[in-house]
């Protein structure tokens, strides 16, 4: 009862004008990156940051959330019309959802998946508004040393579920724990690795880095390749799907989004795996596996009503315990710091005009991309239409202006520049981005809980593994670094 | 001179740039380490201010020395992008992105934004003069009006407008 009138508390602020201004913003500039290729939710967050600083914290979060979840909504439409996912979350979408347009039923299939994500995200707010409120209660009685195991778990998860090699996103996150602690720290006021530059004393700032490794790095990647990218030219008619698709979609729907709530709880996860699980229990289960593939509706629904259920668990970690599960959800808490709100368990009762103005927003923000999305959908094809040598100029400029207008120092430019390149490099070499981005933020936090969690024990590392909420993440964390391990000693037993 | 290119381009091309980083990350896991260990490790009991970093960067070394045994171990550096990058564009859009910050506040915005542009589209893109020259003009403005006045960005105003 509390959750409902906290809700409807929610809800006076999110249809506040201005608030509704914000959000429609958020979807809109959301779905538009989400059906762009080449700039996805990381860097447009990052990018857009600078901007929201004359806004009230409030506004500034609905905004940036509804461009997430916007993102999730826009990169079906690329999957579908041109065969390219928009943004991760959507790659399994391209084995029917283009099939389908390819057999002129382009209309139904993005129709299906506006509707399977609006009812995904639907179930995954309601969960939101019951979950995160008991997590954050239950993490008021985590000390440094439960928060601690907890960011190891998480950052143990991330590397585990990168898509190559778990060393290399190893490496990548010790390499965002080692960015993380240039600059003063705080507890001796020394100051680390910044070799007397007066702009490294407070450390390398996240969004510039954010626009490099994401931004500017996919630029340099497409300019970088001759591969160019064919538009369906036939014209889309009928979004509304039938009874029979409605028919076929109902169970999908519904188990994208189960699954796709309940596994965007585990940090790193990320909006793309639980897509293709949803996918492959789909094959599983249907009387008819072989028509997968070849442009059937429940390809479509379910893993749409999965990848935006995920954008709404995501949020859980981020909101309830302030420990963001992917790049984004990084980038967001250290906008939430940027505005002075102390992310954490301690956020809800702090700032309840933040946690349930950004949830009833959420809401709205889903009603309006179903409102705006489909008769927007002609419009969206003739953005994909845009010429890439005009896009990335555009995409370029839009970077620099949004470092530069950080501090209103080229600096920041600079080193936006120069982690473009390092981004690029490291793509190349087939090393993952997520889990620097996000050792990176929470590296200093770490740290400070690492310090603080010994100086309680006396020095002793035994402080994790006798505080049963601590045991249970430290486990975790070591079961996800050995399990390929053990893989590798069951495969050679059983060879 | 030719014979020399030719050479050139076919060792870049054969280099493994996947083993080369994992020296890279090995070398700089043993000078952070160093630098850590110079910063006060400080006890077990109230950690130093090199404490974290001496760990993460012993952490580095030793993920990258497992990688560089493992990587001695496959024959095929399965890891490697061997795919071909048209490595013109990239370096002329670097060269364009740091000249691009470093005129930005001497120039200022709109001057600087316009010739930005223009070297993008004629460059990169290959398109005619006029288009470019035209897209960058558009560009300026509109940038301008969209950051400078709508959302109160402090642009840079430059040398012409002081």
Not at chain 1, 148 to 176: E, H, N, P, Q, W
Not at chain 2, 68 to 96: H, M, P, T
Request: glycine share 10%; with cysteine.
């Amino acid at each position: 009862m509390e959750n409902i009138s906290n809700l409807i508390f929610g809800l006076n602020i999110a249809l506040q004008p201005a608030n509704l201004f914000f959000c429609f913003m958020g979807v809109l500039v959301g779905t538009l990156i989400g059906v762009l290729p080449g700039l996805g939710p990381n860097a447009t967050i990052a990018l857009l940051l600078p901007f929201t600083f004359k806004v009230p914290p409030v506004s500034a979060v609905i905004m940036l959330a509804g461009i997430y979840y916007g993102a999730a909504y826009g990169g079906s439409t690329t999957s579908i019309l041109v065969n390219i996912p928009g943004e991760a979350g959507s790659v399994i979408t391209c084995m029917d959802g283009h099939q389908m347009a390819l057999k002129g039923r382009a209309g139904p299939a993005l129709g299906i998946s506006a509707f399977g994500s609006f009812i995904a995200g639907t179930f995954g707010i309601v969960m939101l508004v019951f979950l995160a409120p008991r997590l954050a209660g239950m993490a008021l009685m985590f000390g440094p040393p439960e928060f601690c195991s907890l960011m190891a778990m998480s950052l143990c998860l991330v590397t585990f579920l990168a898509r190559g090699s778990m060393v290399k996103a190893l490496i990548m996150a010790t390499l965002g724990l080692l960015l993380g602690t240039v600059g003063m720290d705080l507890q001796t006021a020394k100051v680390r690795f910044s070799y007397g530059t007066p702009y490294l004393f407070d450390g390398i700032p996240l969004v510039p880095v954010v626009m490099g490794l994401f931004g500017i790095s996919e630029v340099l990647k497409n300019i970088g390749s001759e591969v160019r990218q064919s538009i369906l030219e036939s014209k889309i008619k009928g979004f509304l799907p039938t009874l029979q698709d409605w028919k076929d979609s109902a169970f999908p729907i519904i188990r994208g989004s189960l699954i796709g709530f309940f596994t965007g709880l585990i940090p790193g996860i990320g909006l793309a795996t639980p897509t293709f699980i949803v996918y492959g229990l789909e094959t599983r289960l249907s009387k008819h596996p072989e028509k997968f593939g070849t442009g059937i509706i429940e390809g479509v629904a379910a893993p749409e009503a999965c990848n935006n259920a995920t954008a709404s668990g995501l949020f859980i970690p981020l909101l309830s315990l302030g420990i963001p599960g992917s790049a984004a959800m990084a980038l967001f808490l250290g906008a939430l710091m940027i505005y002075g709100l102390e992310p954490g368990p301690l956020l809800i009762s702090n700032h309840p005009e933040v946690f349930w103005g950004v949830v009833a927003s959420m809401y709205v923000g889903n009603a309006m991309l179903l409102v705006l999305n489909i008769p927007l959908i002609p419009l969206w094809v003739k953005v994909l239409k845009i010429p890439y040598y005009l896009l990335f100029p555009l995409i370029l400029l839009f970077c620099c202006v949004g470092a530069y207008s950080l501090n209103n120092n080229s600096s920041d430019v600079v080193v936006m520049i120069t982690f473009g390149i390092v981004g690029y490099l490291l793509r190349k070499l087939k090393y993952e981005l997520p889990p620097l981005v996000l050792a990176f933020v929470l590296g200093p936090l770490f740290e400070m809980d690492l310090r603080r969690s010994l100086a309680l024990s006396r020095g002793s590392f035994s402080i994790f593994f006798v505080r049963p909420i601590s045991i249970f993440f430290i486990s975790i964390a070591i079961f996800v670094l050995a399990l390929p391990l053990i893989k590798k000693m069951l495969e050679k037993k059983s060879a | 001179m030719k014979a020399f290119r030719q050479g050139l381009k076919n060792k870049i091309k054969n280099a493994n740039f996947g083993k080369a980083t994992l020296f890279f990350w090995l070398v700089t896991g043993i000078y952070l380490a160093e630098e850590s260990w110079r910063l006060d490790l400080g006890t077990l009991n109230q950690p130093g201010s090199g404490f974290f970093p001496f760990l993460a960067s012993m952490l580095l070394f030793f993920l990258s020395l497992i990688l560089l045994v493992q990587s001695g171990f496959e024959k095929k550096e399965k890891a490697q992008d061997k795919s071909r990058a048209n490595y013109r564009n990239i370096i002329f859009c670097l060269a364009c992105l740091y000249v691009y910050a470093w005129i930005f506040e001497w120039l200022g915005f709109v001057p600087s934004t316009f010739l930005f542009i223009i070297l993008l589209i004629k460059f990169i893109g290959k398109k005619s003069w006029i288009l470019a020259i035209l897209t960058g003009a558009l560009t300026a403005i509109l940038s301008y009006i969209f950051f400078g006045v709508w959302l109160q960005a402090a642009l840079p105003r430059g040398i012409f407008w002081r």
